[in-house]
């Protein structure tokens, strides 16, 4: 009897409360850096694109909702085209783990919705930002031991020339 | 028959039915902020529109009757519901000249008639639906509200032999010196938790028990039908909220304020405490239910009436 009415005391007193609700389009709630939100392709720190189309993140995508071509240009591979169905997409953020040159990453935005289905299918054009994202500074070409035009084998980052196996000398 | 009569039989149903649609957005906003959060606020000012987008929208729903249903008593068990709480109104009292039959001599009767005839809205609507979780919140309410009606009108008799009479104005008019609340206060705790059983309002509302039954006997309601029931519950907490005011808290008496504000403020207070007791307290367990309805409700109410008498007798012999 007394804690019934201990109950309706103290929940009379939630009327003096702060409310929790964050009232959404007039205020934005916060967003931490790592949210997994609207998915974008980043650039290099000097502009060129990051992806080098290995597959991997529409491998790992749960829900097939990545879909990319390869094509080669100036010695390196790009992605012809670069498709996201985001009407599939789960943002589950497995496309920018598997992606080993940082290309693909989760953004915190998901103010994305739209009224046609189709209008969700986004293009190469549509995902491309013109920075670096998450990792300012890091270049996949400048720290992988592949030669490209401009870069031979051994001048990478952090990289020492390649071993002479015909030479006796140390 | 009078003018202003007239004018309150016109009235009343459009305005207790007003009362109730709007209850439904009053209920959600205080459920809110008792909750810490806003709840609707979006149509209109503060969100007071919501029940009219509400009402639009049910009324476009489509309204099934399932194929395995009684259709007849289907139908019928929602009207009943409507019907029984609107026609309870007709002996409140709103003050001394608005009513439409406050001065009926039996007013106190005919509203526990009437409620009793509202059990068979849900009872008909659990059985009529044919489907099991109907059937078994049907079940409950009957089991629920016949035991708990039966000390709901043992709980009254003790105003009844204070005031000395069934009429709710000769009820409201003998508490000129004390509010009944005092010295009826067993009877006022037994009639709230009747009240609150026979409106089968949370925490008392396991013929609804939506955890365990869906949405109880109502499950296989639709559309304006649905609405109705849930029209008629809110109709229902206005209307044991205004007998609370009357057979308890004075009715439209009070100072300074007129008569009509007097008796909006009482029921207006009970009401809120009505969505408090949603707002705190869980569900009971059906067993736990009875048991507090027989054993501990029922006794309290029969001591009640005893104790009243008793008093009430040496008082006229002294």
């Not at chain 2, 949370?202 to 509302?205: I, K």
């Given at each position: 009897m007394l804690d019934t009415l201990r109950t309706l005391f103290l929940t009379a007193l939630h009327a003096f409360h702060r409310r929790a609700t964050v009232q959404y389009p007039e205020q934005k709630p916060y967003l931490p850096p790592r949210y997994r939100g609207r998915i974008i392709l980043s650039r290099d720190p000097d502009g060129a694109e990051r992806c080098v189309a290995c597959n991997l993140c529409a491998v790992a995508c749960p829900v097939d909702c990545i879909s990319l071509q390869k094509t080669e240009a100036d010695g390196r591979w790009y992605p012809e085209y670069f498709r996201i169905n985001f009407s599939r997409c789960i943002f589950c953020g497995f496309c920018e783990e598997a992606c080993p040159t940082y290309a693909i990453q989760l953004t915190p935005d998901f103010e994305m919705g739209e009224y046609a289905r189709p209008n969700l299918v986004y293009e190469k054009e549509d995902l491309l930002i013109s920075g670096s994202g998450k990792y300012p500074g890091y270049s996949f070409y400048h720290v992988a031991g592949i030669p490209v035009p401009g870069k031979a084998r051994g001048t990478s980052e952090r990289e020492r020339p390649p071993v002479d196996l015909h030479s006796l000398l140390p | 028959m009078t003018y202003p009569a007239l004018a309150t039989i016109i009235l009343m149903p459009p305005v207790v039915l007003g009362l109730a649609t709007v209850l439904t957005w009053v209920e959600r906003r205080l459920l809110g902020l008792w909750q810490d959060r806003y709840g609707p606020n979006r149509v209109g000012p503060g969100g007071m529109f919501q029940a009219v987008a509400d009402g639009t929208k049910i009324l476009f729903k489509q309204d099934w009757i399932p194929p395995f249903a009684d259709r007849a008593v289907f139908v019928l068990a929602p009207v009943i519901g409507m019907m029984t709480v609107l026609l309870s109104f007709a002996v409140i009292p709103v003050t001394m000249g608005v009513g439409i039959a406050g001065d009926m001599n039996v007013g106190l009767l005919f509203i526990l008639g009437m409620m009793g005839l509202g059990v068979y809205a849900v009872v008909l609507a659990g059985w009529a639906s044919n489907s099991k979780y109907a059937l078994l919140g049907g079940m409950r309410a009957a089991a629920q509200m016949v035991s708990y009606e039966a000390f709901m009108g043992l709980s009254l008799l003790g105003v009844v032999m204070m005031a000395g009479s069934f009429n709710l104005h000769d009820i409201v008019a003998a508490q000129a010196g004390l509010w009944f609340i005092i010295p009826q206060c067993l009877g006022f705790g037994v009639f709230m938790l009747a009240g609150i059983a026979q409106t089968h309002r949370?925490?008392?509302?396991l013929p609804e028990g939506e955890n365990e039954l869906g949405a109880g006997f109502h499950t296989e309601y639709s559309g304006m039908k649905f609405g109705m029931f849930f029209i008629a519950e809110y109709a229902g907490i206005v209307l044991v909220s205004s007998l609370v005011t009357t057979l308890y808290?004075?009715?439209?008496?009070?100072?300074?304020?007129p008569p009509a504000v007097w008796f909006a403020l009482k029921t207006g207070g009970m009401v809120v405490f009505f969505i408090l007791l949603r707002a705190a307290l869980p569900r009971p367990r059906y067993d736990r239910l009875m048991a507090l309805g027989w054993k501990v409700l029922l006794p309290l109410s029969l001591f009640n009436v005893m104790a009243t008498g008793t008093i009430l007798m040496l008082r006229a012999s002294l």
């Open positions: - | 949370l925490p008392f509302d808290l004075g009715g439209w008496r009070g100072p300074f304020l």
